[in-house]
């Protein structure tokens, strides 16, 4: 498709669905201010109240005033924010439903697509050129979005009470990188459902299902499976912190014995002093974990892993309309 | 160069052919009306020569390009059936989104058609009458000033005025620019009097597909005994016979009436029904092949 082709259908995009084109940005930049708004005001009051030393993981780095009334104030023990970050998070997927299904099965219902197709422009021309600005748009906002998210959360976690910690699954979802990866996902979803389906309604329930199934993977298999891979393993001590990570951001993917033979031991046999028969028996003790540096490149690896899902979505999408144009 | 070609098409829908065994020629430069009962897989052929549908088997070409490919698509204009707008926009967005998709683009004709019409561009699509919007629909397909017009069945929706008036810009547009247009239309008598070529459809086969003078030379009404038809198919090609009481009407391929019966020239209606209800009877070509039945 070339340049021109692409440009031509952008400008028809335009008229043809403008308000979806000014509604995405609109929604995602308009949470976003809500949460740099709310933010801005946390953080104003911990700076009034000289807390900012608070916000480590280890209280101990803010001393005395980290069991300040002040502070204990500020940490409220309701998950209020938790379930704030899930509202979050459920905004592109939110945006694939409203704005990225209709946009494709709508055309087909209304038989409106026959428009577009008999002008200068063909069907996958008319898929990629309509549909690949609106995700591009869609991205850009999503990633804003998700910077104010991730800025909002450092704070929220704590008045949650849950303490930073960037392995938990909320903060490794609410990032700039992440909700950007999710919303190429679910627009990429709406383009097949959008396509295979070719009813609003119908196409919607699909969508649901499909992120949703999507979703659940990556929460119960994709996340814990990358967070096994690449550790940094080390001999460790069993009775003290020698071996282990230094860092409390760092994440624990797994520990075992291992035998003087080199066989690796899960349990223990039920012992009254377990130190005298580990050193009995010669066993040692080992550690993989992935240091807090290797989060990046996690979050790296499982937004690549939705994106290339999404890509996958719409070449099934551009091949489906190859083999049934409009039948 | 024909504005349309096809051989062996044929378009199935699970277990039916919509289309079957299609080989058709339609010349360039001229109105073709495309007629045929309900079912009879005009919107379908429309559909594969507008590159909104892919064949099942066999070829067709628009103007010596495959549908759908780029150059058919800047040469072909197409309005179906359903008069694809866009409801939700104003008539200008309407107007705008189809000039930013085509390279071609007589924005002078569309604003003149539409203001003579007076179809107001602030209007929203969905508010206009079928009438109008088929009218936005044909302005809009001839502002891209293709070279072949395909036409399902879009007066239906217009007044008579409206139906004139669309019929005689669409022979103005024949005259002047060389259009070619292929026409459905379950309304004979306005075919008759634009179309110069003839393709009748019917159950999914091409059953006539000629120049309208030549089929109309070549054909007669005759009137005669209800008794004599049997022996009428030993002297004359006959397509159908119609009996009523004592008296027949039968439709042939004739120069001359024989002996015993009276003839007339036969009009783009009778002829057109005459074979419609005799399906195994078949004129392809000029006139001068004969009735395959």
């Known amino acids: 498709m070339t340049a021109v082709t692409m440009l031509r259908m952008t400008r028809a995009a335009w008229y043809k669905h403008r308000v979806s084109v000014v509604g995405i940005p609109a929604v995602f930049l308009l949470a976003a201010l809500a949460l740099f708004a709310d933010g801005a005001v946390q953080r104003h009051w911990i700076s009034a109240h000289h807390l900012g030393g608070c916000l480590v993981a280890d209280l101990t780095t803010g001393g005395s005033d980290c069991q300040s009334g002040a502070w204990i104030m500020f940490i409220s023990p309701s998950q209020t924010p938790n379930l704030i970050a899930v509202a979050v998070l459920a905004l592109p997927a939110l945006v694939g439903l409203f704005a990225g299904v209709p946009w494709v099965a709508r055309e087909f219902e209304s038989g409106a697509f026959r428009f577009t197709w008999t002008q200068g422009i063909g069907p996958r021309q008319w898929l990629l050129?309509?549909?690949?600005?609106?995700?591009?748009?869609?991205?850009?906002?999503?990633?804003?979005?998700?910077?104010?998210?991730?800025?909002?959360?450092?704070?929220?976690?704590?008045?949650?009470?849950?303490?930073?910690?960037?392995?938990?699954?909320?903060?490794?979802?609410?990032?700039?990188?992440?909700?950007?990866?999710?919303?190429?996902?679910?627009?990429?979803?709406?383009?097949?459902?959008?396509?295979?389906?070719?009813?609003?309604?119908?196409?919607?329930?699909?969508?649901?299902?499909?992120?949703?199934?999507?979703?659940y993977l990556s929460q119960f298999w994709l996340r814990p499976w990358l967070f096994g891979i690449g550790t940094v393993v080390k001999q460790a001590s069993w009775t003290s912190s020698a071996g282990w990570p230094s860092s409390i951001t760092a994440y624990i993917a797994r520990t075992w014995f291992q035998t003087s033979g080199g066989q690796r031991v899960t349990y223990l046999p039920a012992v009254n002093d377990v130190n005298a028969w580990i050193a009995q028996h010669h066993y040692t003790f080992w550690v993989a974990y992935q240091p807090s540096s290797h989060l990046i490149w996690l979050e790296l690896a499982r937004s690549g892993i939705l994106v290339a899902v999404a890509a996958v979505a719409v070449l099934a999408s551009v091949g489906w309309l190859r083999i049934r144009p409009a039948d | 160069m024909n504005a349309v070609e096809t051989r062996g098409l044929a378009k199935r829908y699970r277990r039916t052919w919509a289309v079957r065994d299609c080989d058709l020629t339609v010349p360039a430069g001229r109105v073709t009306a495309l007629v045929g009962p309900n079912g009879a897989g005009k919107t379908t052929l429309l559909r594969i020569l507008a590159g909104l549908t892919a064949p099942t088997?066999?070829?067709?070409?628009?103007?010596?390009?495959?549908?759908?490919?780029?150059?058919?698509?800047?040469?072909?204009?197409?309005?179906?059936?359903?008069?694809?707008?866009?409801?939700?926009?104003?008539?200008?967005?309407?107007?705008?989104?189809?000039?930013?998709?085509?390279?071609?683009?007589?924005?002078?004709?569309?604003?003149?058609?539409?203001?003579?019409?007076?179809?107001?561009?602030?209007?929203?699509?969905?508010?206009?009458s079928g009438g109008q919007q088929a009218q936005l629909a044909l302005t809009m397909a001839l502002a891209r000033r293709p070279r072949l017009l395909l036409l399902d069945e879009p007066l239906a929706s217009l007044d008579p005025l409206a139906r004139q008036d669309v019929l005689g810009w669409l022979m103005t547009c024949v005259a002047e620019d060389g259009l070619s247009v292929l026409f459905s239309s379950h309304v004979i008598a306005e075919l008759e009097r634009v179309a110069s070529y003839l393709v009748v459809l019917s159950a999914g086969r091409i059953q006539v597909a000629a120049a309208v003078?030549?089929?109309?030379?070549?054909?007669?009404a005759l009137i005669g005994p209800a008794s004599a038809v049997d022996d009428l198919y030993d002297q004359v090609e006959i397509v159908t016979a119609q009996r009523a009481g004592r008296q027949a009407l039968v439709l042939a391929r004739t120069g001359a009436a024989p002996r015993g019966w009276v003839s007339r020239p036969v009009t783009m209606e009778e002829l057109v029904l005459g074979y419609l209800r005799e399906p195994a009877a078949r004129v392809v070509g000029e006139p001068g092949l004969e009735i395959v039945r």
């Not at chain 1, 104010?148 to 959360?153: D, G, L, Q, R, S």
């Not at chain 2, 000039?99 to 508010?127: E, F, P």
């Open chain 1, 129 to 215: 050129g309509t549909f690949g600005p609106l995700v591009l748009l869609a991205t850009v906002s999503a990633a804003i979005y998700g910077a104010a998210a991730y800025w909002w959360y450092q704070l929220a976690q704590w008045q949650a009470g849950t303490s930073i910690w960037p392995w938990r699954w909320s903060s490794f979802e609410l990032t700039p990188l992440s909700i950007a990866g999710w919303t190429v996902l679910a627009m990429a979803l709406a383009l097949l459902c959008g396509v295979l389906i070719r009813r609003v309604l119908p196409a919607m329930v699909a969508f649901t299902v499909a992120l949703g199934a999507c979703a």
């Open chain 2, 213 to 220: 003078d030549s089929l109309l030379d070549t054909h007669l």
């Open chain 2, 57 to 128: 088997a066999g070829t067709a070409t628009v103007l010596g390009a495959v549908p759908g490919s780029p150059r058919a698509r800047a040469a072909v204009s197409a309005i179906d059936q359903t008069v694809p707008l866009y409801r939700h926009l104003r008539v200008a967005d309407q107007l705008a989104a189809a000039r930013a998709l085509n390279d071609r683009w007589d924005a002078d004709l569309a604003g003149h058609r539409l203001s003579a019409l007076g179809i107001a561009t602030s209007a929203r699509v969905g508010k206009l």
